[in-house]
């Protein structure tokens, strides 16, 4: 295990303006994920999915839900769909390939990627990424001094590289907040095919436990990360003495104990951080913020209308992720 490395590049990281979201929020958010961590589990009566679906039947189901939540996001869902690039090439490509699994994701060139596999599933990875897209809000770069980004008292201001003026960046609003927009639909869309027989209970108790699932192990990535970034802050080493000092100062039964002490045993994360030669906080951070907000989100006296507000305000430039994590308590 090398630890000099690690240390290293925890040290970069931390010195790298284009993380002083992920530092400032770090606490409140390791918080969240003591709290994903404790959340109970649904339990799974049937392993197999009641029934299958093509591709069409999962597109056309999509829609409907959309029409219900709002016929306007329900057309840009058919345009994203229709869409094609200067080659005439749709930018939403759909393969079943079962070497690639059931997931999606959007690539660095904007396209959305959709590997189905003819089941429930689909609908939710439709619904998910075309959501992705459709909040994939890019802004001009007309201000160097990114000061929606950075605190007024940092006087350092970050070098940008081979960015030019009116160039695209991406937005810190949507890297936070996007997978609360996506996951909360897909909870939503969960209840609308249970509610109209399209799918079982248990099938969307599969869904639920794959989310549940999936936050906790960000939670837990995120409790490492977090952990090893503070040792950096107060100018201690990272190696398995400090670590383990580190984790001689919780309490047993506390949560952070027990993802210390298995990271400790098995050094899973902090060789992953080395293999990959950089530390990505928020890409956890931000799974942890989903799950514990949707359920927030979903207790609201108008979630839907809650929903569509927060999908289109992290396109703003000037949504302060700061003030909306210092009261995720009271949402």
Not at 95 to 105: L, S
Not at 226 to 249: A, F, P, R
Not at 271 to 287: A, E, F, G, M, V
């Amino acid at each position: 295990m090398d630890y000099k490395l690690l240390d290293e590049i925890v040290y970069d990281y931390i010195n790298s303006i284009w993380n002083y979201i992920s530092i400032l929020t770090m606490n409140q958010i390791e918080n969240l994920s003591f709290e994903v961590l404790n959340e109970d589990e649904p339990s799974i009566i049937k392993k197999d999915w009641s029934r299958k679906f093509n591709l069409n039947e999962s597109m056309e189901i999509v829609y409907n839900f959309l029409m219900e939540i709002s016929p306007e996001l329900a057309n840009q869902y058919i345009n994203i769909i229709r869409q094609v690039d200067e080659n005439n090439n749709p930018i939403v490509i759909f393969e079943n390939d079962k070497n690639k699994g059931n997931n999606g994701f959007l690539s660095s060139d904007g396209l959305v990627h959709i590997h189905l596999s003819n089941t429930p599933m689909d609908m939710f990875l439709i619904l998910h990424e075309i959501l992705h897209k459709l909040n994939e809000y890019t802004y001009l770069f007309y201000d160097s001094k990114l000061e929606y980004l950075v605190n007024n008292t940092i006087n350092k201001l970050p070098i940008f590289k081979n960015v030019e003026f009116g160039s695209k960046v991406d937005s810190q609003a949507r890297n936070y907040f996007s997978e609360v927009v996506s996951i909360t639909f897909e909870l939503i869309l969960g209840d609308y095919l249970v509610k109209n027989k399209i799918i079982t209970s248990n099938d969307f108790d599969k869904i639920k436990l794959d989310i549940i699932k999936s936050a906790k192990k960000c939670a837990e990535i995120t409790i490492i990360d977090v952990e090893i970034i503070k040792m950096k802050l107060n100018g201690e080493s990272i190696n398995y003495h400090n670590i383990k000092k580190q984790l001689s100062q919780c309490e047993e039964t506390s949560a952070k104990y027990k993802v210390l002490s298995k990271e400790l045993c098995s050094l899973k994360r902090l060789k992953r951080i080395i293999d990959k030669n950089r530390l990505d906080l928020y890409l956890s951070q931000r799974y942890v913020i989903a799950e514990y907000i949707s359920k927030k989100i979903l207790k609201r006296d108008n979630p839907i209308d809650d929903l569509l507000r927060l999908h289109y305000k992290i396109s703003d430039i000037d949504f302060d992720i700061k003030d909306i994590l210092n009261n995720v308590y009271t949402l």
